[in-house]
């Protein structure tokens, strides 16, 4: 049972009510970084470095919960600093009110940035220590838990420097897990999607879904040529194929696609998110949960989804404990507009890159079965860091 410390009754909780308070908030930033001449990544360039942070509350009663923040961990260490004040002392079910006001406060300069991001491991932190502290998942706070099975697709198929990982080697790797499909970069020019394209499904197959990247690389009319190239191989659906804020594009582009529009991994929040799906610039929603703002604001954007009938797919591209969550919101998802037979059930994005900080982070990692990642024991996330891999991979 929780267990915490009475609000003063002007908190807006009678005298005789107890909630746990949130004690104490930490940040960890982590790098995984590998040689340089194995950089790997997308049309738009490549790295030789993962990064992420996480962020940990304790509540009153000593029950503890872990967030992930997207993107570089000594920008998002500021923005943590900032913001840690506001919430250190608040009920563990204040995070909306404390929210609110920073946003509100910081309008000047927009919340599309890593600030976002620092409230998304807050936010999942506090999901975590809240479950923990009830005995429950966090997928039964959030809508309850649907499945215990959580479909994947492998997200592979980059753009690499290392002669010995090409697109044949990735590939090769994917088939040899019984995945729903994969995800592979594209965007370097037409010739060169048709080429990667091709080379994809003849190693697929026929039946598996192919998905594209384009990472924002193209304008709408050669975003327009690639779909129309690439169309006779059966993609599922082609991701990021402009720039976030060309929402007139997308619009554009969606009309006139025979390819199904995906976005989101660089939309930051639920108004973002209300522009894309209100002008009809997507068929898939992606919400990626360490950088949109946490679950909350991930719940809402579903919710958007599912009012105007639109697919939803998270993005989830950073360490286990973002992957974890994932897992999480796609089993509190209920079926929409299905359902017993979905045609196309909510899949999960599985990182199949050199990452560390999803392999190698969690005493017990995830599950993979039969093409599927299990939803993890237990209450919470179900997961508990490896305290020897978090200080190996910390930088801040």
């Known amino acids: 049972m929780i267990t915490g410390s009475t609000i003063e009754a002007e908190r807006g909780h009678p005298h005789n009510v107890t909630v746990p308070l949130i004690e104490r908030l930490s940040f960890i930033g982590l790098e995984y970084a590998f040689e340089p001449e194995k950089a790997y990544g997308m049309s738009r360039g490549g790295g030789f470095r993962r990064q992420g942070g996480l962020i940990e509350v304790e509540t009153d009663a000593g029950v503890r919960g872990i967030g992930e923040a997207f993107g570089n961990p000594f920008v998002t260490r500021e923005y943590f600093r900032m913001v840690e004040p506001l919430f250190r002392g608040r009920s563990v079910f204040d995070f909306d009110h404390v929210e609110a006001r920073i946003r509100n406060a910081m309008y ?11 409230l998304a491991g807050i936010n999942v932190a506090l999901y975590d220590a809240i479950a923990r502290g009830f005995g429950v998942r966090v997928c039964d706070l959030i809508g309850g838990c649907g499945t215990t099975r959580i479909p994947a697709y492998a997200s592979t198929g980059f753009f690499s420097d290392d002669p010995d990982r090409q697109l044949g080697h990735m590939l090769a790797e994917a088939v040899d897990h019984p995945f729903a499909g994969a995800k592979i970069k594209i965007g370097r020019g037409i010739r060169s999607d048709l080429e990667r394209v091709r080379e994809a499904r003849v190693t697929l197959g026929p039946d598996k879904l192919l998905i594209v990247d384009i990472n924002g690389a193209y304008t709408a009319d050669v975003a327009l040529e690639c779909a129309r190239a690439i169309e006779p191989f059966g993609i599922h659906w082609i991701e ?21 529009i ?4 660089a939309h930051h929040t639920v108004r973002d998110f209300h522009a894309l799906i209100e002008g009809r610039c997507l068929d898939i929603v992606q919400p990626s949960i360490p950088g949109t703002g946490g679950l909350t604001e991930a719940r809402r954007i579903a919710t958007l989804a599912a009012a105007a009938n639109l697919r ?9 404990v973002g992957l974890a969550t994932a897992c999480h919101f796609i089993a509190a998802m209920p079926a929409s507009p299905h359902t017993d037979h979905p045609p196309h059930p909510a899949m999960l994005e599985y990182d199949m890159s050199d990452n560390r900080l999803r392999t190698g982070l969690l005493k017990t990692p995830l599950r993979l079965e039969a093409g599927h990642v299990l939803l993890p024991d237990g209450p919470g996330l179900g997961i508990d860091l490896d305290p020897a891999a978090v200080d190996r991979y910390r930088v801040c």
């Open 240 to 260: 990021e194929p402009l720039p976030p804020g060309d929402l007139r594009g997308y619009a554009e582009l969606r009309a006139r696609s025979p390819i199904a």
């Open 262 to 265: 995906a976005a989101g991994e």
């Open 108 to 118: 000047h300069l927009g919340v599309g940035n890593q600030l976002t991001a620092c």
């Open 312 to 320: 939803v797919a998270p993005h989830v591209w950073g360490g286990a």
